[in-house]
């Protein structure tokens, strides 16, 4: 029996190595040098190729004739008229800037002259209110009165927005 196991092994031929290209093995020892890991055999990629996805089919849309394309173009409304103006009060400026820590409103005079005591009516998209102007400063200096032209700081009682404009009351 012996014999036999011995002939059977003689007659199996050794298995063939598998031959990989040359350039392949010499840019992995390169990459690997490279690094410092020294020459090692390049492993083979485990990623699966991706699978192609089906493409769906879409009706093509109904081709619409010139005269329908020009009827269905949207005409823009005009900008709303500017708002009414009380017939007791005269716009004097716009807000420019609110400091809400100080609760504080820089505002740019247009026309007219504002003076400790007189009453602002300061209006905008959110913001609606009045009140007594009590302080105002030009660059950090206290003034009594702000001439067109001016920018000033005033102390306001309620949240002042960018883009309000002040009115002056008359009569109060």
């Given amino acids: 029996m012996a014999a036999k196991k011995?002939?059977?092994k003689k007659k199996k031929a050794p298995k063939k190595a598998k031959k990989r290209p040359a350039v392949r093995k010499k840019v992995a020892k390169k990459a690997r040098r490279a690094v410092g890991k020294g020459p090692k055999k390049a492993k083979k990629s485990t990623k699966k190729p991706?699978?192609?996805k089906a493409k769906k089919k879409v009706a093509a849309k109904p081709k619409a004739r010139a005269?329908?394309?020009l009827k269905m173009r949207l005409v823009k409304p005009a900008a709303p008229?500017?708002?009414p103006v009380p017939a007791n009060e005269e716009r004097i400026g716009i807000v420019t800037h609110y400091f809400n820590h100080l609760g504080v409103?820089?505002?740019q005079l247009e026309t007219g002259v504002l003076r400790e005591g007189d009453t602002v009516h300061i209006k905008g998209h959110t913001s609606d209110f009045r009140q007594r102007v009590g302080s105002m400063e030009v660059e950090h200096a206290h003034v009594s009165e702000a001439r067109p032209g001016q920018s000033f700081g005033l102390k306001v009682s309620e949240h002042a927005r960018e883009h309000d404009v002040v009115y002056r009351v008359k009569g109060m």
Wanted: glycine share 6%; net charge positive.
């Fill in 50 to 52: 991706a699978k192609k």
């Fill in 81 to 83: 008229p500017a708002p």
């Fill in 6 to 8: 011995k002939a059977r």
């Fill in 67 to 69: 005269g329908i394309k």
């Fill in 105 to 107: 409103a820089i505002i």
